[in-house]
């Protein structure tokens, strides 16, 4: 039997990304899967891809930041399932117009609530039904901006995944006698759509040197798969080729 058989995952920003590979990994191993995202479409093709594999996949469209929204999807998944025990609070954003030369308050009420806000809703969404259970897992995509402030992600997309690292560290510290885990977790530069925001334009050879969806995905199906009486409180995953640590070196040597 399959470690998350009978478990029910809700995964956000499940369209794409970080987000579909965690979905496609966790239905692999027998959950049933929630999809939340705000397009309709990919959420459709990652729910195929999970069907086709002989999973079960049901999707939620909504826009998180909207915490209205987020109350109707997580009492709809009490009442269709009876049950969540896995969060993947993967929905996020950034702008192009990040740096504090050109950010605008609506910019950064956006990134911050697309970041931040929805992980928010989501986790408080969630918890009434993981503490009648006396379980649940918490998984947060924070980033390396949530412990190193970025230039390169800007300020707010930075400021929105120091909260998110915040975050799942009071879960802790809170719903541990509640046998709830949570776990943040924090990615360099992955192959990612989110990429296509950035300023400067990422090569494709660049893309292939960084951490894929596949690898992120992985390293949450394992968290997931946990032990109850074990919580990976923080984890980093990069890529080999860093390419903030090869630009330090090349200025070391220079």
């Known amino acids: 039997?399959?470690?998350?058989?009978?478990?029910?995952?809700?995964?956000?920003?499940?369209?794409?990304?970080?987000?579909?590979?965690?979905?496609?990994?966790?239905?692999?191993e027998g959950a049933t899967i929630v999809l939340t995202g705000r397009r309709k479409e990919p959420l459709?093709?990652?729910?195929?891809?999970?069907?086709?594999?002989?999973?079960?996949?049901?999707i939620k469209p909504g826009d998180l930041m909207k915490a209205a929204a987020v109350t109707k999807i997580a009492r709809e998944i009490e009442t269709e399932h009876g049950r969540c025990?896995?969060?993947?609070?993967?929905?996020?954003?950034?702008?192009?117009?990040?740096?504090?030369?050109k950010l605008t308050p609506e910019g950064a009420e956006q990134v911050i609530d697309g970041n931040l806000s929805s992980a928010f809703y989501c986790t408080t969404a969630v918890l009434?039904?993981?503490?009648?259970?006396?379980?649940?897992?918490?998984i947060h995509t924070s980033s390396m901006a949530g412990r190193n402030p970025s230039l390169l992600s800007g300020p707010a997309y930075s400021a929105a995944k120091h909260g998110v690292v915040a975050m799942s560290h009071?879960?802790?510290?809170?719903?541990?006698?509640?046998?709830?885990?949570?776990c943040a977790l924090l990615p360099g530069?992955?192959?990612?759509?989110?990429l296509d925001k950035r300023p400067v334009p990422i090569t494709p050879d660049?893309?292939?040197?960084?951490?894929?969806?596949?690898?992120?995905?992985?390293?949450?199906?394992?968290?997931?798969?946990?032990?109850?009486?074990?919580?990976?409180?923080?984890?980093?995953?990069?890529?080999?080729?860093?390419?903030?640590?090869?630009?330090?070196?090349?200025?070391?040597?220079?």
Do not use: F
Request: glycine fraction near 8%; charge should be neutral; proline fraction near 4%.
């Open 170 to 182: 009071t879960i802790n510290q809170e719903e541990c006698v509640n046998g709830i885990r949570s």
């Open 128 to 138: 009434p039904m993981m503490r009648k259970q006396q379980d649940g897992v918490l």
């Open 1 to 28: 039997m399959a470690s998350l058989t009978g478990k029910v995952a809700w995964v956000t920003g499940a369209g794409s990304g970080i987000g579909q590979a965690a979905a496609i990994a966790l239905a692999a």
């Open 206 to 254: 660049e893309r292939k040197r960084m951490a894929q969806s596949e690898d992120v995905g992985d390293l949450i199906r394992y968290i997931a798969c946990l032990p109850p009486h074990i919580t990976i409180n923080e984890v980093w995953i990069t890529p080999t080729w860093n390419r903030g640590y090869v630009a330090n070196l090349r200025r070391s040597n220079t």
């Open 189 to 194: 530069e992955v192959a990612t759509p989110i």
């Open 44 to 58: 459709q093709e990652t729910a195929a891809t999970i069907e086709k594999a002989g999973g079960k996949a049901h």
């Open 85 to 101: 025990d896995i969060l993947v609070n993967n929905a996020g954003l950034n702008i192009l117009e990040r740096s504090w030369a």
